[in-house]
């Protein structure tokens, strides 16, 4: 079983700050995802990002994917009350034959609560 | 388009009791899956399936079984309720990509089980 590990776990911070979250894994990702949960609904991809070293903006958010392809950043700038909600990174992985498993793996999930 | 649709969205079982949960996609993805959320652990897979009359066993699959009889369809069916699988529960489906495997979730059904 592949593990991600998804840090931190709680985050609650002031209007206007800074914050960035991470994912990790001892084995390198085909793929990996960051997907927003809130609550009572289903998670929705925010992003994709599939080659080491890329980087991806969304607004005020930020995405790198590490150039070994072993973790990922998701950075808010100025953070807004309106992103509060569960980020949840989540990974593909190569199989033994070399191709990617149509499986995600998942991490236990950040929640972020942006206080006005 | 209706996107990934679940039914029921709450339920309350007593243990032993049996009961499917219901998924539909109308974007022709070929693969589906299920998933169950609980508090600190993210999403584990339970079941997936990469086309009709294909299915596979994710990382927590015990105390369930899936059917892929069309491509719309993924059933979930709880075999003897336990306390343990109280949870939510979320389907999801996507293309069959080898990049990415992009994943679209339904609204998810809050199961407890007593």
């Known amino acids: 079983t592949q593990l991600l590990e998804q840090s931190p776990q709680f985050l609650s911070i002031q209007e206007g700050e800074n914050l960035t979250v991470y994912c990790n894994s001892s084995s390198v990702f085909s793929s990996l995802q960051w997907y927003r949960q809130e609550p009572g609904e289903g998670p929705v991809l925010l992003v994709t990002?599939?080659?080491?070293?890329e980087v991806k903006k969304l607004k005020r958010l930020t995405f790198q994917f590490g150039d070994a392809r072993k973790d990922s950043s998701l950075h808010i700038t100025a953070a807004q009350p309106g992103d509060t909600g569960l980020y949840l990174c989540a990974g593909t992985f190569f199989n033994a034959g070399g191709t990617s498993y149509g499986k995600l793996t998942f991490g236990q999930g950040t929640i972020l609560t942006v206080h006005p | 388009n209706a996107g990934v649709t679940q039914t029921p969205k709450f339920q309350v079982l007593k243990t032993g009791q049996s009961m499917t949960l219901q998924c539909a996609q109308d974007m022709n993805h070929e693969y589906m899956s299920w998933y169950r959320q609980d508090p600190g652990m993210g999403l584990r897979l339970i079941h997936y399936s990469v086309g009709a009359g294909i299915t596979d066993q994710g990382e927590v699959p015990n105390g369930y079984n899936v059917s892929r009889s069309t491509t719309e369809d993924f059933p979930l069916r709880l075999l003897s309720a336990a306390p343990s699988q109280t949870s939510v529960y979320f389907c999801?489906?996507?293309?069959?990509?080898?990049?990415?495997?992009?994943?679209?979730f339904g609204p998810g059904t809050r199961l407890t089980v007593t």
């Open positions: 999801a489906s996507s293309r069959l990509d080898r990049s990415s495997y992009e994943q679209y």
């Open positions: 990002v599939v080659t080491g070293g």
